[in-house]
C-alpha cells in the first residue's frame, strides 16, 4: 500500500479540525470544476461550429480537387477517367466546369459564376440535399436548365418555373475586344428548375447548370473541364488518396483536398481553438492557486499529525507526498467533475438545442452547435493534471523546509 496516497485520501474525506479549512479545500475544487466546465462547453462549441462549417462546404465541394497546372481548363478523356475509377479510396468524381458569366434577368445584371455538372454531381457532394425551393434538374433530359443561389434569386428577383428564362453572357475566346457585342459574347438562356442555399459565399456567388449547357456557351468539346471533383470512400484518408492520385495522373495536375480548397479558414478555426485553449489554461492555474492555499491552509491544521508521523519514522519526501497527493486529488476530483458537468451540458444542448444564435434569423442554423470530442476531454484533463501537480507541488516545498529546519534544531 503507498502510505502518503492512504494518508492523503483520508484527509481529503475527513473533517478537518477547523472548518475554515473546509470551505477553502471546497472552494478549489468548485473553481477547477467550474474552469474545466466551461472549457468543455467552449471548446464543444468551436467543434460543432467547425463541423457544421465543413458539412456546409461538402454539400457543394468535394474532398479532393483536381485542376491543371496550365492553364484553366483540362482534358477529360476515357483513359483518364479509368485511372481515376481504379485508384483505391475514389468512392466516386464528376466532371465540372465553371466561368464567369453576366446573368441578365428584366432589366437586371448580375455577375456571378455558372458552373456546369455531370450526373455523379449530387452523389460526389450531396448537393441536391441544399434546395430550398424547386427541383435539381438531373431528374429531366432538358439541358438549358439549372438552379441558383438564394443570393441571386434575391437580386434579380426570379424563382422556379419562370416563364421567362434567365440571359447568360460570356465573352468570346480571343474577342474581348470588340465593339460589337453581339460578336464580344456568346449567349444561352436556362429556366432556374431550383433555389439552393448553403451560406452567403455560395448563394450569391453560383448557378449550377448541366455541364453540356456549360460546354455548349463556353464552346468547349464534350472532354474539356475545369476540374474533376472526387469523393473518397469513408474509411478511406484524403491524404492517402490525394498521394495516389498525384502518382498516377503526373505533375502537370494540381490535386487538394477540402481543407487545402479552404486552408486559410480552417488554419483560423485551429488558431482560434487553439488561443481560447490557452486563455482558459490561465484562467485554471489563477483558480488552482486556490488550491495552494488550501494545503497550506491543512499543513497548519494538521501540524500535530506531521510531527506524529515524523517522530514515528517516516521520512521528509512521504510526508511531502501526503499534502500533494492531497491537492492532486482535489484537482483531480474537480476536472473530472467539471468534465461531466460540460459534457452533460454540451449533450443537452445537443439534443434538445436550447441556446438559440439571437433570433435565428440570418443564421445557418438558429441554435449553438455543439460537438463534445474525446480527444479535447484528454486534453483538457492532461493540462489540468499538470497545473494541479504543480501547484499541489508549491507549497509542499514549504512544508519540507520547514521539517528541515525542526529536524536540525532537534539534532542541536
Same mark, same amino acid.
Given at each position: 500500500?503507498?502510505?502518503? +496516497?492512504?494518508?492523503?485520501?483520508?484527509? #481529503?474525506?475527513?473533517?478537518?479540525?477547523?472548518?475554515?479549512?473546509?470551505?477553502?479545500?471546497?472552494?478549489?475544487?468548485?473553481?477547477?470544476?467550474?474552469?474545466?466546465?466551461?472549457?468543455?462547453?467552449?471548446?464543444?462549441?468551436?467543434?460543432?461550429?467547425?463541423?457544421?462549417? =465543413?458539412?456546409?462546404?461538402?454539400?457543394?465541394? *468535394? !474532398?479532393?480537387?483536381?485542376?491543371?497546372?496550365?492553364?484553366?481548363?483540362?482534358?477529360? !478523356?476515357?483513359? +483518364?477517367?479509368?485511372?481515376?475509377?481504379? =485508384?483505391?479510396?475514389?468512392?466516386?468524381?464528376?466532371?465540372?466546369?465553371?466561368?464567369?458569366?453576366?446573368?441578365?434577368?428584366?432589366?437586371?445584371?448580375?455577375?456571378?459564376?455558372?458552373?456546369?455538372?455531370?450526373?455523379?454531381?449530387?452523389?460526389?457532394?450531396?448537393?441536391?440535399?441544399?434546395?430550398?425551393?424547386?427541383?435539381?434538374?438531373?431528374?429531366?433530359?432538358?439541358?438549358?436548365?439549372?438552379?441558383?443561389?438564394?443570393?441571386?434569386?434575391?437580386?434579380?428577383?426570379?424563382?422556379?418555373?419562370?416563364?421567362?428564362?434567365?440571359?447568360?453572357?460570356?465573352?468570346?475566346?480571343?474577342?474581348?475586344?470588340?465593339?460589337?457585342?453581339?460578336?464580344?459574347?456568346?449567349?444561352?438562356?436556362?429556366?432556374?428548375?431550383?433555389?439552393?442555399?448553403?451560406?452567403?459565399?455560395?448563394?450569391?456567388?453560383?448557378?449550377?447548370?448541366?455541364?453540356?449547357?456549360?460546354?455548349?456557351?463556353?464552346?468547349?468539346?464534350?472532354?474539356?473541364?475545369? %476540374?474533376?471533383?472526387?469523393?473518397?470512400?469513408?474509411?478511406?484518408?484524403?491524404?492517402?488518396?490525394?498521394?495516389?492520385?498525384?502518382?498516377?495522373?503526373?505533375?502537370?495536375?494540381?490535386?487538394?483536398?477540402?481543407?487545402?480548397?479552404?486552408?486559410?479558414?480552417?488554419?483560423?478555426?485551429?488558431?482560434?481553438?487553439?488561443?481560447?485553449?490557452?486563455?482558459?489554461?490561465?484562467?485554471?492555474?489563477? %483558480?488552482?492557486?486556490?488550491?495552494?492555499?488550501?494545503?497550506?491552509?491543512?499543513?497548519?491544521?494538521?501540524?500535530?499529525?506531521?510531527?506524529?508521523? &515524523?517522530?514515528?519514522?517516516? !521520512? #521528509?519526501?512521504?510526508?511531502?507526498?501526503?499534502?500533494?497527493?492531497?491537492?492532486?486529488?482535489?484537482?483531480?476530483?474537480?476536472?473530472?467533475?467539471?468534465?461531466?458537468?460540460?459534457? &452533460?451540458?454540451?449533450?443537452?444542448?445537443?439534443?434538445?438545442?436550447?441556446?438559440?444564435?439571437?433570433?435565428?434569423?440570418?443564421?445557418?442554423?438558429?441554435?449553438? *452547435?455543439?460537438?463534445?470530442?474525446?480527444?479535447? #476531454?484528454?486534453?483538457?484533463? &492532461?493540462?489540468?493534471?499538470?497545473?494541479?501537480?504543480?501547484?499541489?507541488?508549491? *507549497?509542499?516545498?514549504? #512544508?519540507?523546509?520547514?521539517?528541515?529546519?525542526?529536524?536540525?534544531? &532537534?539534532?542541536?
Amino acid at each position: 500500500m503507498n502510505l502518503p +496516497f492512504y494518508i492523503a485520501k483520508r484527509y #481529503l474525506f475527513k473533517k478537518k479540525t477547523n472548518n475554515v479549512v473546509n470551505i477553502i479545500a471546497l472552494i478549489s475544487v468548485f473553481g477547477v470544476a467550474i474552469g474545466t466546465t466551461a472549457l468543455v462547453i467552449v471548446l464543444s462549441v468551436f467543434n460543432g461550429f467547425e463541423e457544421l462549417v =465543413t458539412n456546409l462546404y461538402k454539400s457543394f465541394e *468535394p !474532398d479532393i480537387k483536381i485542376t491543371s497546372l496550365h492553364g484553366k481548363t483540362m482534358q477529360a !478523356d476515357s483513359v +483518364f477517367l479509368n485511372i481515376l475509377a481504379k =485508384t483505391k479510396g475514389v468512392a466516386s468524381y464528376s466532371k465540372v466546369l465553371e466561368e464567369k458569366v453576366l446573368l441578365h434577368y428584366n432589366e437586371k445584371q448580375y455577375v456571378a459564376t455558372i458552373k456546369g455538372v455531370d450526373s455523379f454531381f449530387d452523389e460526389t457532394t450531396g448537393f441536391d440535399k441544399t434546395i430550398k425551393n424547386g427541383a435539381y434538374f438531373y431528374n429531366t433530359p432538358q439541358k438549358n436548365i439549372g438552379v441558383i443561389g438564394q443570393g441571386i434569386s434575391y437580386m434579380l428577383s426570379v424563382g422556379v418555373n419562370n416563364t421567362k428564362p434567365i440571359q447568360v453572357f460570356v465573352p468570346k475566346k480571343g474577342l474581348a475586344g470588340s465593339l460589337n457585342s453581339k460578336d464580344a459574347f456568346s449567349r444561352k438562356a436556362f429556366y432556374p428548375t431550383g433555389v439552393f442555399s448553403i451560406q452567403a459565399d455560395f448563394d450569391a456567388k453560383y448557378i449550377v447548370t448541366p455541364i453540356e449547357f456549360t460546354q455548349e456557351l463556353l464552346g468547349a468539346n464534350k472532354n474539356e473541364v475545369s %476540374a474533376i471533383e472526387i469523393k473518397t470512400n469513408s474509411s478511406a484518408s484524403h491524404m492517402s488518396v490525394k498521394k495516389r492520385l498525384k502518382k498516377l495522373i503526373g505533375e502537370q495536375y494540381i490535386v487538394l483536398s477540402q481543407v487545402e480548397l479552404h486552408e486559410a479558414l480552417f488554419k483560423m478555426m485551429k488558431t482560434e481553438k487553439i488561443a481560447v485553449i490557452i486563455i482558459f489554461t490561465f484562467i485554471l492555474i489563477i %483558480a488552482t492557486f486556490t488550491m495552494a492555499s488550501a494545503i497550506i491552509m491543512l499543513i497548519i491544521d494538521k501540524e500535530r499529525d506531521i510531527l506524529t508521523l &515524523t517522530n514515528l519514522g517516516m !521520512d #521528509l519526501n512521504k510526508i511531502q507526498k501526503v499534502y500533494f497527493f492531497n491537492g492532486f486529488l482535489n484537482s483531480c476530483i474537480g476536472s473530472i467533475a467539471g468534465m461531466l458537468i460540460g459534457t &452533460t451540458v454540451s449533450w443537452i444542448q445537443e439534443k434538445f438545442k436550447i441556446i438559440k444564435l439571437g433570433s435565428g434569423e440570418g443564421f445557418v442554423v438558429s441554435y449553438y *452547435p455543439v460537438s463534445v470530442n474525446a480527444t479535447d #476531454l484528454l486534453i483538457i484533463f &492532461t493540462i489540468i493534471t499538470i497545473v494541479g501537480a504543480l501547484m499541489s507541488f508549491i *507549497p509542499t516545498i514549504t #512544508l519540507r523546509r520547514k521539517l528541515l529546519n525542526t529536524y536540525r534544531r &532537534t539534532k542541536s
